[in-house]
């Protein structure tokens, strides 16, 4: 993750407001020919019935929308549905129904931006119950926070007391179903997700144009799962700020490639303006095609930048700056008297051991507060 872009258009979280002078993307595309489609969730600080620039054509909802019953705004115009219509089967079959009737002369761009997996998590009615019973083994940071571990491993307080909090795993959302049946939840939720990329896939290929087609599958964030002693994301702990990052086209890249370089959020845009058209100087991020193609010196980072900013309705998080390289990262945080953070990740992959203080590490210590308020000066 990076806050490069957010110092560039000023949204720092969902409420913010487009200032009204942003160039999306999706319009270089649109210039140069493609026809654009949304299908889920927008989420960037507008809830009006305003057209989503960039797009052609797009179907949103309010907010986070809802799994069961949804209202659909289509291009501007409200329509609910009912009898148990469930959004993750809606807007696929939407999507798919897009791409039958697109014009084939032209190329296209579809983001495809579900609900599903958001908490809190309802899978469809036929996928309900398909993990009872199943456990998978915790963490090694799970009980922690629970015993006083933590004040000898030397993490920040206010780790230990989120705990207890709507982000903590002894009251996951402020529910009482336990830290398995919070992962069962989730893992029957996602059974929708993976059958629409199946759907997605299997239309792809009867249409004869999958090999050629750059498909993208990611999420918007990672997720703890007990990690820490907590749930959710907004942490520069690897399990949330990593995210899944599939890429697919066989014209162009081979498959079965799974590249240690690092990428961020920031890099998708150029990466597919890459492929379409010439990327704006102005626009941060890279692409990391020469990554997919292993060409790795052509696009390797040597670190990757974080931040998160407060938010009053998740107040036990507080806001935070981070750095990362493949071996170090360091957490600085902002506004709460605590202890900051710096993990070896070669040596401690769990994040265990909070090396701020040790007299061996002062350099790398020094350095990367340095890199990275250097980072937040030189991008405003």
Not at 103 to 124: G, I, N, Q, R, T
Not at 240 to 246: D, E, F, G, N
Not at 307 to 329: A, I, L, V
């Amino acid at each position: 993750m990076s806050g490069q872009y957010s110092h560039t258009h000023t949204i720092v979280d969902n409420q913010a407001p487009n200032p009204g002078n942003l160039i999306f993307f999706l319009t270089y595309l649109q210039e140069a020919n493609y026809q654009t489609a949304l299908f889920g969730r927008w989420h960037m600080g507008s809830h009006t019935d305003e057209p989503r620039p960039g797009f052609d054509h797009w179907e949103s909802f309010h907010g986070q929308g809802v799994y069961y019953n949804p209202q659909l705004n289509i291009s501007g115009k409200r329509k609910q549905h009912k009898d148990s219509t469930y959004i993750t089967d809606l807007l696929t079959e939407h999507a798919i129904d897009r791409l039958k009737h697109r014009d084939k002369d032209k190329p296209f761009f579809m983001y495809l931006s579900h609900k599903a997996v958001h908490s809190e998590f309802k899978p469809a009615k036929w996928h309900k119950g398909k993990y009872k019973g199943k456990k998978i083994d915790l963490p090694s940071t799970y009980d922690q926070t629970k015993t006083g571990e933590w004040r000898d491993l030397k993490w920040p307080k206010w780790v230990a007391e989120q705990r207890v909090s709507w982000h903590g795993v002894d009251y996951t959302y402020h529910t009482n179903i336990g830290i398995h049946g919070f992962i069962q939840a989730y893992c029957e939720t996602l059974l929708g997700v993976d059958g629409s990329l199946g759907s997605v896939m299997k239309y792809l290929e009867s249409a004869g144009i999958d090999d050629s087609t750059l498909l993208i599958y990611m999420s918007e964030y990672g997720f703890s799962w007990g990690e820490h002693g907590l749930i959710d994301k907004r942490r520069f702990y690897e399990e949330s700020v990593k995210v899944p990052l599939l890429v697919r086209c066989p014209e162009l890249f081979q498959k079965g490639t799974q590249p240690k370089a690092m990428v961020q959020n920031i890099d998708i845009a150029p990466t597919i303006l890459a492929e379409a058209v010439k990327k704006p100087d102005y626009m941060p991020g890279v692409s990391f095609m020469p990554v997919l193609t292993v060409d790795y010196p052509a696009a390797n980072r040597k670190e990757v930048f974080y931040e998160y900013h407060w938010e009053k309705d998740f107040p036990m998080t507080p806001t935070m700056f981070g750095m990362r390289t493949d071996q170090y990262k360091y957490i600085r945080y902002q506004g709460i008297w605590d202890r900051n953070e710096f993990y070896d990740l070669l040596n401690d992959p769990d994040e265990k051991h909070n090396l701020i203080g040790d007299p061996t590490k002062q350099g790398t210590n020094k350095n990367m507060p340095q890199s990275l308020y250097g980072w937040l000066a030189e991008t405003d």
